[in-house]
């Protein structure tokens, strides 16, 4: 079934065009990078998808459904920027999450806050910001979403771990959910992606299965993505 579809989805700020008529379909079951630079479209595409914004023309339908309050309850969101109260506990968030989602799994929460050594009686104003984009990712992907949106995941974490935390987190969600995840650290997930987007001034310039894109240039998707926007 498809999770995600948008047909000539248009989205302008002024007169800035941040989409136009984007086509897409992304099927369940899949983790998908969605790729481009700054003021590409990406964060527009989210929010619409999230029921942030709303399209200018065009239709959008997640799980065959338009945005809305039914489709929230099977999306789980990261945003890029933090949304976590400062002067929270992490177990005071534990108990928000709990409380507020009918699919939190706080036990695999718990576990993975313990797996990456991160006590839950700090205040997340304590925590480094590569810290407290861990707990955003756990509480995230702990979850049990039909798709989850990670929008810039691992920026702030500090390189040598962002392996450690992929392999982790993505080591039990349900393979039956959708992944999709906007990043400019192409190299550090490229080996998770099954499908690339390129969004460039708000069109689709490839979407495309990762390893046939890879095996036709001969090239990984960081070197494919800095040769087509000249990065």
């Known amino acids: 079934m498809n999770i995600i579809e948008l047909g000539q989805v248009s989205k302008s700020f002024g007169p800035v065009k941040a989409l136009e008529k984007i086509n897409l379909t992304l099927e369940s079951g899949r983790i998908i990078g969605l790729l481009g630079t700054n003021g590409s479209g990406k964060s527009t595409m989210i929010k619409l998808i999230n029921d942030l914004l709303v399209p200018d ?11 809305g309050i039914e489709t929230k309850k099977i999306i789980s969101y990261l945003p890029e920027r933090s949304y976590l109260d400062p002067n929270m506990k992490v177990v005071e968030i534990l108990r928000y ?21 991160i006590p839950v009686e700090r205040r997340i104003k304590t925590l480094s910001k590569g810290t407290r984009e861990k707990v955003q990712l756990i509480l995230v992907m702990s979850r049990k979403a039909k798709l989850y949106i990670l929008d810039e995941p691992m920026a702030g974490v500090d390189p040598a771990a962002r392996d450690h935390i992929l392999d982790t ?63």
């Open 57 to 67: 023309q065009g239709i959008v339908k997640i799980n065959g459904q338009k945005p």
């Open 97 to 117: 999450f709990q409380d507020f989602y009918a699919d939190f799994d706080r036990q695999k929460a718990e576990d993975l806050l313990k797996e990456f050594m």
């Open 169 to 231: 987190i993505l080591s039990g969600y349900d393979e039956e959910a959708t992944i999709l995840i906007s990043t400019h650290l192409i190299a550090d997930v490229e080996r998770v992606l099954d499908e690339v987007i390129f969004l460039d001034h708000g069109r689709i310039t490839r979407h495309e299965q990762a390893d046939q894109l890879r095996m036709r240039e001969g090239k990984s998707i960081d070197q494919i993505f800095r040769e087509d926007f000249r990065c």
